[in-house]
């Protein structure tokens, strides 16, 4: 499996922060007829990232369109194992994509209705937190 990380950046390390308010940018579907939205805030690891989106591939068998909405550009740091206190932060482990509730994750085009909710809840379930089936159409309804 693919190591998603950003290909080059500013600062090697960021400081953890906080997940605070909800998704002001990202929270509508712009390319796709079918999407999955956050309902909770969280990290989410770019190995969960991978998972769904390679569970989405294989279930609509090539068909189809998916778009990857979020990227995991922010870098964790960790200890080793056993170390004493000082000597600096951590090097980088692993990369996270920082979620807000409403963020749209995956989009998928082209595919039936059925077809679309079934990837979309296999790629649910790979993911740390909450999520939910949106449609262009039930969103037009509205």
């Not at 059925?114 to 449609?135: M, N, P, T, V, Y």
Request: hydrophobic content about 40%; overall charge positive; proline content about 4%.
């Amino acid at each position: 499996m693919a190591n998603i990380q950003p290909a080059a950046q500013k600062y090697r390390k960021v400081q953890k922060g906080r997940i605070r308010g909800i998704a002001k940018r990202g929270n509508h579907l712009s390319f796709g007829d079918y999407g999955i939205q956050s309902l909770d805030r969280g990290a989410l690891y770019a190995t969960e990232l991978e998972a769904a989106r390679v569970a989405i591939t294989r279930h609509l068998n090539r068909r189809g369109k998916v778009w990857m909405r979020v990227f995991p550009h922010k870098p964790v740091t960790k200890k080793p194992a056993e170390t004493r206190m000082g000597r600096g932060k951590g090097g980088v482990e692993f990369y996270v994509a920082v979620i807000k509730p409403g963020a749209i994750l995956f989009e998928i085009g082209g595919v039936a209705t059925a077809a679309a909710r079934e990837a979309l809840a296999l790629a649910d379930a790979k993911l740390g937190f909450r999520c939910r089936f949106i449609s262009r159409e039930a969103l037009e309804r509205f």
